[in-house]
């Protein structure tokens, strides 16, 4: 019964390895491979001017959110900061502070 266990285990790590060799003339790899920099989320940081309460920031906030291309979005407040992330194929920096301005505040890209 030990042996039977024994080889099975045995048989399942190799099979198990020769499928996640990596040298990529095996059908299933380790890792797939991915292209570096496609369609990334980008992070970008804004400091707000004109938010005076909570309900300013969610001013903001909502205009992040019905832009086209923004993943993620936190305004604080206190603190008037938004970090945004985006897909830089469908957004950019410039249309965001664009559309945070429409909603009539200002915002001012922080490095």
Known sequence: ????????????LFFA???????GSCK?????????GVNEPKTLRL????????????????ALK???????????YPGDLAVIKYNSSK???AD???AIEKAGYKAVEVK
């Open 17 to 23: 390895t020769a499928q996640m060799c990596g040298c």
């Open 91 to 93: 957004t950019s920096p």
């Open 47 to 62: 400091k707000i001017s004109g938010v005076t309460c909570a309900g300013c920031s969610n001013n903001v906030s909502k």
């Open 1 to 12: 019964m030990n042996k039977l266990i024994i080889i099975s285990t045995l048989s399942i």
């Open 66 to 76: 019905n832009h086209q291309g923004i993943l993620e979005q936190k305004v604080e």
């Open 96 to 98: 965001i502070i664009t």
């Open 28 to 36: 299933a790899e380790a890792t797939p491979k991915v292209q570096s």
